[in-house]
């Protein structure tokens, strides 16, 4: 939505977190003598009651859409009906945040203007002001966001210019009501774009691989599986840059910092996004050398005793952890649980059941079912020993004397962090203050 359809109306922003808050500083800095409430459901249960009296609402990501009985927009459709310059959109169930960063990376290598923003942790309305027509807003998307995303942007593409889709498997189905509705929110990354934008699509998962037809943007795949035509892969433990079938090597993978098989997808998203906009080889290269991941997602903590602690709590879906399992398979015990969305946890079981976790310490309440399902398939003497905890105090301390020298303990929770914890962010932390506690004996 335009500043100037705002004009002289009445806002009410509902929620006050990171976007609410950006978005009434960026209205009240634009806007004559604006006439603008903010309200959050910390507010009490009525918070909603007066909606009426007002001409629009700007809704947080996070409100269902179903509450709000006026028109309304969104942070994401302000900042892109606004916003100069060309936008990199990156969506996806995980990966989001690695992706973005990598081609956040990559375009400062290269010297380019760009900015950093979105789901990842910051309103790109807090910086929209610094933008010119040669600047790159990387944007990290989330089905929140794109949910309620319109054909409203200020740039003549309609759409973002590099629309980045990753993986896409369950998730947000407290939010979404259907698994349908999830995905065909992931795809509206895509459906306003034109032929002079590109889509950047991962291969290796069906409802990925399917959204090309989505967009009117040339295609280019991504796979860590095969080799593509247009795009970029792995293979023969190399990287490469597809075009029209001609390859061309970008890096070694043993060459590349970031931990994990499952992360040459998202490297691989980068890496032809960052060609897309013409950073270098030699750019791209060295960012992957010396990129070693996010906070909170396979976060080596440190050693005590022996013990060797990483954190991975931004791994809220059973498909993360069992990646992080893959990726650590010196792995003996588990911190996992929390709050359930619904989420179906068969797939982390039979993963469970091969016997690499010897302690599992569960969160309620998803920690409970975690354990059901383990005990339908998994015979009474081949379980793994189970504790309980309601406090992250607990898990370490429990951790700490039950995990063998040499081998890991992983906060890996496949559960979101509310009711316990106030985010990922709180619950990564508390977890390595607690292993910080530790004392070497």
């Known amino acids: 939505m335009k500043l100037g359809e705002l004009k002289n109306k009445k806002i009410l922003i509902v929620g006050k977190g990171i976007e609410g808050n950006a978005t009434l500083k960026y209205l009240k800095k634009h806007l004559p003598n604006p006439v603008i409430d903010t309200v959050d459901r910390k507010d009490g249960e009525n918070y909603l009651d007066r909606q009426k009296d007002y001409d629009i609402a ?10 709000i009985a006026i028109p309304y ?53 807090d910086f929209i002001n610094k933008l010119n027509d040669h600047s790159w807003t990387v944007l990290e998307m989330s089905s929140y966001q794109l949910n309620d995303l319109k054909k409203s942007f200020a740039s003549p593409a309609g759409g973002p210019h590099i629309a980045v889709i990753l993986m896409i498997t369950q998730e947000h189905l407290d939010y979404h009501k259907t698994l349908e509705d999830y995905v065909n929110a992931k795809r509206n990354i895509l459906r306003f774009q034109t032929p002079q934008d590109f889509a950047i699509i991962n291969k290796d998962y069906p409802a990925s691989h399917e959204s090309g037809i989505h967009t009117l943007g040339k295609v280019f795949q991504v796979s860590r599986e095969r080799e593509v035509v247009n795009g970029c892969f792995v293979g023969k433990d190399c ?34 996004a960052a060609s897309l906009v013409g950073v270098s080889k030699t750019n791209i290269s060295k960012v992957l050398e010396d990129f070693g991941g996010l906070p ?26 069992i990646k992080a399992l893959e990726t650590l398979p010196a792995t003996e015990t588990l911190i996992a649980g929390g709050y359930d969305r619904g989420l179906d946890y068969s797939s982390l079981v039979k993963y469970l059941n091969k016997g690499q976790i010897k302690t599992l310490i569960l969160f309620p309440p998803t920690g409970i079912r975690i354990w059901e399902e383990i005990c339908k398939i998994t015979p009474d003497g081949s379980r793994p020993e189970k504790f309980d905890v309601t406090t992250m105090k607990q898990a370490v301390r429990i951790a700490a004397a039950e995990t063998s020298p040499g081998k890991i303990c992983l906060l890996s929770p496949a559960s979101a962090s509310f ?20 004392s070497n004996s």
């Open 58 to 67: 700007v809704k947080s990501p996070g409100v269902k859409p179903e509450l």
């Open 73 to 125: 927009t969104t942070a994401t459709n302000i900042f892109l009906s606004n916003a100069k310059g060309k936008v990199i959109g990156v969506t996806g169930t995980k990966g989001k945040s690695t992706t973005s960063r990598l081609i956040y990376e990559m375009l400062e290598a290269q010297g380019l203007d760009v900015y950093l923003g979105g789901n990842i942790g910051q309103s790109p309305l």
């Open 239 to 272: 990287v490469w840059i597809s075009s029209d079938g001609k390859k061309e090597k970008i890096i070694d993978t043993k060459k590349i910092k970031l931990l994990g098989r499952h992360n040459l997808e998202n490297v691989c998203a980068a890496v032809i």
């Open 296 to 321: 909170h997602r396979l976060e080596f903590v440190g050693e005590k005793n022996g013990i060797l602690f990483y954190n991975d709590s931004l791994a809220t879906v059973p498909q993360a952890t």
């Open 419 to 438: 009711g316990i914890f106030k985010d990922y962010k709180d619950r990564g932390g508390q977890f390595k203050r607690e292993v910080s506690k530790i």
